[in-house]
């Protein structure tokens, strides 16, 4: 499984922004599909997952403010990030799982401005 993560950027606090995951590969083993962030300092942190019922589920942290989806006919994924706070700025992770592996897409950066 191959994952590409895209639409980071640098936007003010209270802003938006929508970061996708582009997935190829052995996708139909696939499990769950997930956002993970880790700031400077910090450990890599669980954003959000959905999996293929689909159910989501999301950080504290970021509850009411992300949504997580996929579009299964583009084996795409996406996080919508709406009121953004100086606190989401990270690098993204998209990652993807199965029965026996985690596969992780290289991160994008959010920074997100006071």
């Known amino acids: 499984v191959q994952l590409q993560a895209s639409g980071g950027g640098l936007v003010q606090a209270g802003g938006s922004l929508r970061l996708s995951c582009a997935a190829s590969?052995?996708?139909?083993?696939?499990?769950?599909m997930g956002w993970y962030r880790q700031a400077p300092g910090k450990q890599r942190e669980l954003v959000a997952f959905?999996?293929?019922?689909?159910?989501?589920n999301y950080a504290d942290s970021v509850k009411g403010r992300f949504t997580i989806s996929r579009d299964n006919t583009k084996n795409t994924m996406y996080l919508q990030m709406n009121s953004l706070k100086p606190e989401d700025t990270a690098v993204y992770y998209c990652?993807?799982?199965?029965?026996?592996?985690?596969?992780w897409g290289k991160g994008t950066q959010v920074t997100v401005s006071s």
């Open positions: 990652a993807a799982g199965d029965i026996s592996s985690t596969y």
């Open positions: 959905i999996t293929p019922s689909p159910t989501t």
């Open positions: 590969g052995s996708i139909f083993s696939i499990k769950f």
